[in-house]
């Protein structure tokens, strides 16, 4: 590897690898660099050494071929993280074959499209309120007056937890996303670890409550499918929780604060989104595109695989980078632009195959109100900052906040108290 390409991608530091603040502010030159030079390139990037594939019809490849599994184990197992690494393993999103058909199944059972719809007016109540709150003050920070408690809101109401523990899926999804990113140290993970303790005790309690007061919600439902035999033990039950507050909390943060990004970054297409509400669904597209949320998964060859003529070896890591594949030039005209008519746009932020993401039409749907609503609501919205700050993540494109100034307007009566 070239140093220029060494530099770009990260420094060293006592205990892990992190990556430099020009790769956080803007992964794509690099990713462009790596692409040119082997769309399914054998490096040893952040100490990880394997596969990273930045070649769109190569990442197609590896995720839809499932002798390639879904498994990176943690690092050399320690008594520190045992729980995590534990809940980990019973979590769909690692499972393979007939157990996570099973498991992709019955989740999937409760996450219908129609059920998401019925959702939209309790995400346009929250959306309002939210923008109710700062609008006379002329200013928010997005991601955590906004994105986070949205987010947060919409998940919790999916597995039914009460609306005043909410607050504390913030603090969890930020300490648990880090254990699953290749910057994670065991400083991490022992952080992870205490998380999860609460996590369990949480879940525990509210598993309980439910099965003796079953309500409309996830984990109602899953415990129902329990009770009617359908195999899915108690551990997976709360690895199922766990993995809902990370996958589809963060995740969804991003989408929304990357987008009012993207959007900030790029006036001439806020205004045409302004002007043409009905752009909004192919609009979220693009942003999923542009600046995904996810960057980057990962799977081990279960046997030898050939991917473009590279003969991958058994029980080699793949790092499949979404974000780089989302800006193949071979697939996508201009890449590097923001077209938010572009069409057709078959981005792969949530993923390819089997484990593509359960979650794709509640966040595709919870994104497209909160922006279309921050466009209605607010007007001359200019960016409060000219460097917005990245979170030192590489698997996951993450804003630390994104201030945002707009005109400040005498605030309307809140609808729905003073649960936020
Ligand atoms: C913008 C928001 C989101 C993005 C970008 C996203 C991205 C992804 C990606 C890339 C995967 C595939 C990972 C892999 O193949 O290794 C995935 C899987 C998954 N996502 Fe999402 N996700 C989002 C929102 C959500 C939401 C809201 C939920 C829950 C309601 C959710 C639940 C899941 C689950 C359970 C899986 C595992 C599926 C499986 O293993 O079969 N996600 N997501």
């Given at each position: 590897?070239?140093?220029?390409?060494?530099?770009?991608?990260?420094?060293?530091?006592?205990?892990?690898?992190?990556?430099?603040?020009?790769?956080?502010?803007?992964?794509?030159?690099?990713?462009?660099?790596?692409?040119?030079?082997?769309?399914?390139?054998?490096?040893?990037?952040?100490?990880?050494?394997?596969?990273?594939?930045?070649?769109?019809?190569?990442?197609?490849?590896?995720?839809?071929?499932?002798?390639?599994?879904?498994?990176?184990?943690?690092?050399?197992?320690?008594?520190?993280?045992?729980?995590?690494?534990?809940?980990?393993?019973?979590?769909?999103?690692?499972?393979?074959?007939?157990?996570?058909?099973?498991?992709?199944?019955?989740?999937?059972?409760?996450?219908?499209?129609?059920?998401?719809e019925s959702y939209r007016l309790y995400m346009e109540e929250v959306v309002h309120e939210l923008l109710n709150q700062v609008q006379n003050k002329g200013k928010m920070d997005v991601v955590m007056?906004?994105?986070?408690?949205l987010a947060s809101h919409v998940i919790a109401k999916l597995l039914g937890v009460p609306i005043e523990d909410r607050q504390q899926f913030?603090?969890?999804?930020?300490?648990?996303?880090?254990?699953?990113?290749?910057?994670?140290?065991?400083?991490?993970?022992?952080?992870?670890?205490?998380?999860?303790?609460?996590?369990?005790?949480?879940?525990?309690?509210?598993?309980?409550?439910?099965?003796?007061?079953?309500?409309?919600?996830?984990?109602?439902?899953?415990?129902?499918?329990?009770?009617?035999?359908?195999?899915?033990?108690?551990?997976?039950?709360?690895?199922?929780?766990?993995?809902?507050?990370?996958?589809?909390?963060?995740?969804?943060?991003?989408?929304?604060?990357?987008?009012?990004?993207?959007?900030?970054?790029?006036?001439?297409?806020?205004?045409?989104?302004?002007?043409?509400?009905?752009?909004?669904?192919?609009?979220?597209?693009?942003?999923?595109?542009?600046?995904?949320?996810?960057?980057?998964?990962?799977?081990?060859?279960?046997?030898?695989?050939?991917?473009?003529?590279?003969?991958?070896?058994?029980?080699?890591?793949?790092?499949?980078?979404?974000?780089?594949?989302?800006?193949?030039?071979?697939?996508?005209?201009?890449?590097?632009?923001?077209?938010?008519?572009?069409?057709?746009?078959?981005?792969?932020?949530?993923?390819?195959?089997?484990?593509?993401?359960?979650?794709?039409?509640?966040?595709?749907?919870?994104?497209?109100?909160?922006?279309?609503?921050?466009?209605?609501?607010?007007?001359?919205?200019?960016?409060?900052?000219?460097?917005?700050?990245?979170?030192?993540?590489?698997?996951?494109?993450?804003?630390?906040?994104?201030?945002?100034?707009?005109?400040?307007?005498?605030?309307?009566?809140?609808?729905?108290?003073?649960?936020?």
């Open positions: 590897m070239t140093s220029e390409l060494k530099q770009a991608l990260h420094v060293k530091k006592t205990e892990q690898t992190i990556p430099s603040s020009d790769f956080l502010s803007n992964p794509y030159p690099t990713y462009d660099k790596l692409r040119e030079k082997n769309p399914v390139y054998k490096g040893n990037l952040y100490k990880q050494p394997g596969w990273y594939i930045t070649g769109y019809e190569e990442a197609v490849a590896v995720l839809k071929n499932t002798k390639f599994k879904n498994r990176i184990p943690l690092p050399e197992s320690s008594k520190k993280y045992e729980q995590l690494k534990n809940i980990q393993n019973d979590m769909m999103l690692f499972k393979n074959q007939a157990d996570h058909k099973r498991l992709r199944m019955l989740v999937s059972k409760g996450i219908t499209p129609s059920m998401i007056d906004f994105s986070y408690p913030r603090d969890w999804a930020l300490s648990l996303v880090p254990t699953i990113d290749f910057t994670r140290s065991r400083k991490t993970l022992e952080n992870g670890n205490e998380q999860t303790k609460k996590l369990l005790i949480y879940f525990k309690k509210l598993i309980q409550n439910r099965k003796q007061a079953p309500q409309q919600d996830l984990i109602s439902q899953l415990i129902l499918e329990e009770q009617q035999g359908i195999k899915l033990t108690d551990d997976e039950l709360l690895a199922t929780c766990i993995l809902l507050v990370i996958a589809g909390h963060e995740t969804t943060v991003n989408l929304i604060s990357n987008s009012i990004l993207s959007l900030l970054s790029n006036p001439e297409q806020l205004a045409m989104l302004k002007e043409n509400p009905s752009l909004i669904e192919r609009a979220v597209e693009e942003f999923l595109r542009f600046e995904s949320p996810t960057q980057m998964t990962a799977r081990i060859a279960s046997e030898d695989i050939e991917i473009n003529g590279t003969r991958i070896k058994k029980d080699e890591h793949v790092y499949i980078l979404l974000g780089a594949a989302n800006r193949d030039p071979k697939i996508f005209i201009n890449p590097n632009v923001l077209d938010i008519t572009r069409s057709p746009n078959p981005h792969l932020a949530f993923g390819y195959g089997t484990h593509f993401c359960i979650g794709s039409t509640l966040a595709r749907l919870e994104a497209q109100v909160a922006i279309q609503t921050i466009l209605q609501q607010l007007d001359h919205l200019q960016m409060g900052t000219p460097d917005p700050q990245w979170r030192n993540l590489i698997g996951f494109r993450s804003l630390k906040e994104l201030p945002l100034t707009f005109k400040a307007v005498s605030k309307t009566n809140s609808v729905l108290g003073n649960e936020f």
